[in-house]
């Protein structure tokens, strides 16, 4: 699980929720989920913190939106998740939020490229390598407008306010997760599944105006951990 390409960014798995293919979770504890969004356990790539495989109903809610309140040191970021967009995603990460995997744990990545700036999350190491200890398939956008002057054609914008998954390749999400502080130009292999409400803008542009930690062999790096640790403390369910 590493970081995306020349405009990409670090991905981290993450932990497991079990369940037979319909409501409550049980005892037993199976190494993909029997619903359509087939979570699926990744020993390679153990959990960060321990959580079972997420719920997996053969009827994935897939109408409505879920508000969640990040709680950091630096103010609140309140989410609006659509399950329209990604349905098995809204499900994954409400799971852990639910789960507290969350809580407690640092954003460790942000950036400052004139093409992408987004600050990371969802890795309770801190690390960027670790995540929850499974995996499931991609929800890709396609409503993203194309990049202007891109001679591929194949970039997209991810607007300022997108809240999106960090990945390591094809249907590899996990727990890491980005959030978008300006329009950002990236192919469109990450999913989108929710936006940021305006205060949490505003807590991202205070992060953001503080700038990347320098380090002894780049003084002025446009890629790396906050200046100002941003630490979640909480996530919860509603605003």
């Known amino acids: 699980m590493r970081i995306l390409l020349a405009m990409v960014l670090m991905v981290v798995m993450g932990s497991g929720v079990a369940q037979a293919s319909g409501n409550p979770e049980t005892t037993h504890d199976p190494d993909v989920t029997k619903g359509p969004c087939a979570y699926t356990k990744t020993p390679d790539d153990p959990a960060a913190r321990p959580v079972k495989l997420p719920p997996d109903p053969r009827r994935t809610p897939s109408k409505g939106k879920a508000d969640v309140l990040l709680k950091t040191n630096q103010g609140n970021i309140p989410l609006v998740l659509d399950r329209a967009k990604a349905p098995c995603t809204v499900q994954s990460f409400l799971h852990l939020v639910t789960k507290k995997f969350y809580d407690a744990t640092t954003c460790h990545r942000l950036t400052a490229y004139p093409t992408l700036k987004v600050l990371q999350c969802g890795d309770p190491t801190g690390t960027g390598e670790r995540g929850p200890g499974y995996k499931y398939k991609d929800e890709l956008p396609t409503d993203l407008k194309p990049a202007p002057n891109d001679p591929t054609g194949e970039r997209r914008i991810y607007p300022r306010g997108t809240l999106?998954?960090?990945n390591a390749g094809p249907d590899t999400n996990?727990?890491?997760?980005?959030?978008?502080?300006?329009?950002?130009?990236?192919?469109?292999?990450?999913?989108?599944?929710?936006?940021?409400k305006p205060?949490?803008?505003t807590t991202l542009d205070k992060i953001a105006a503080t700038g990347i930690a320098p380090t002894?062999?780049?003084?002025?790096?446009?890629d790396?951990?906050?200046?100002?640790?941003?630490?979640?403390?909480?996530?919860k369910k509603g605003c």
């Open 164 to 166: 999106a998954m960090a």
């Open 174 to 196: 996990g727990s890491q997760f980005f959030l978008v502080t300006s329009d950002s130009i990236l192919r469109p292999n990450y999913t989108v599944f929710g936006t940021i």
């Open 199 to 201: 205060e949490g803008l």
């Open 216 to 222: 002894p062999d780049n003084p002025a790096p446009l």
């Open 224 to 235: 790396g951990r906050p200046a100002r640790p941003v630490d979640i403390s909480r996530a």
